[in-house]
């Protein structure tokens, strides 16, 4: 026994415990999600696809692989004659590299979401002096906006930017945007231009498993997914490509990327891609986004800037400028209010990515604990109690006394005397609905 690892791993599983995690992208993956990540299977090497491996002894990871793949494909209805799906990437940001270099020549062009538009980095992201990502530095990267007004894609402009720029990819998926996304449209306008659609919908993958969301299959000649978000399996990722693409998909995955793929993970995305198929999932699916209207809703009612003014899914994104309140200063007094959110950036943001102007709430993992609409409801008053304790906090605009404020502030937030008062309120109602 470690002890200093379990002293960790306990202290870890007791934070999780006891706070309200509301970060989007996060869930409480099943014990049986766990054992099986636990398991034997990470002491095997499997370079190869099932049945075509470069090491002996798969006979059983290759059993195991296959079944993940037949279940992947049966939880969203799609016949294998008719998609391939390839569930080695390590996680979603390589899976999205491998579809991109399977698909394009380096140098070619995408259009893909703008980042503080709610887009991903792993679409590209880059700034106007500098290559971030090693996509943005290989391929010629375009991005699409949000409407000013809406905050919401305008379809038309989204067409009419396609055909200017004529690009090979058009990538849709975002991390902060709150609406679904039209699939047919988003096709239509890459498939017009001759362009290959991905749908990146590792946010909303359980929530379309579920039924909750549209689904993009459709249409969509790749779909990447996390599993490890509202899908509630380990961290991971899943390739599905219509059938021609799939063997450059497989070999941009391995052996162009990737080694060895983690079959323990993958054991543990079997697990939870069968836990998808349940009807308990499925009613899970539709609470989650419940919860997330019945919030946005609240916050709307008491005066808050939801951008677009509600949700379709599981993420709120608050635009905390319009009550001149710190994204930084509410995120850091929500933790200590036992409440965990992320500050965010939001459309036509004036912050930066680490002080942006918005907050992001998202309720994937407090409703696997079982929380309800009744539960939203008091867990929206306490947000907004913790933002009017601390919206006329303004973080220096200095970078120096910066660095002061931000040690000052969150030393007083520890000895905050109402913030406790919510963090016990939160801790108590934690106890109600234990992880399992
Ligand atoms: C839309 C989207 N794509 C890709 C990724 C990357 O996934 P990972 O963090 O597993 O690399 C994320 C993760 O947040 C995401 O939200």
Redesign the pocket.
Known sequence: MDTSISRLIAAEAKRQSEVLEMIP?ENYASENVRAAVGSVFMNKYAEGQATKRYYQGNSVVDELELLCKSRALKLFGLLEAEWGVNVQAL????A?LAIIAALLEPGEKILSMYLPDGG?L?HGWQLPDKKVTLVSKIWDITFYHVDKHTRLFDYDVIEAQAREVKPKLLIS???AYPREIDHQRMANIAHSVGAYYLA?V??EAGLIAGGANASPFLYADVVMM?THKTLRGP?G?LIFSKKELSTSIDQSVFPSIQGGPHEHTIAGIAVALEEARSDAFKAYAHQVVTNAQTLANHFVSAGLDVVTGGTDKHLVLIDLRSINASAWVVAWALEYANIIVNRNTVPFDTGSSIYPSGIRLGTPAITTRGMKEEEMKNIAVWIMDVIHLVKDIQLPEEKVARIAFITKTKKEFAQHHELAAIAGRVKALCTKFPVL
């Open positions: 992208s996680s979603g940001s390589p999205n991903h792993s998926g975002g991390t990146d590792s946010h996390t961290r990722a």
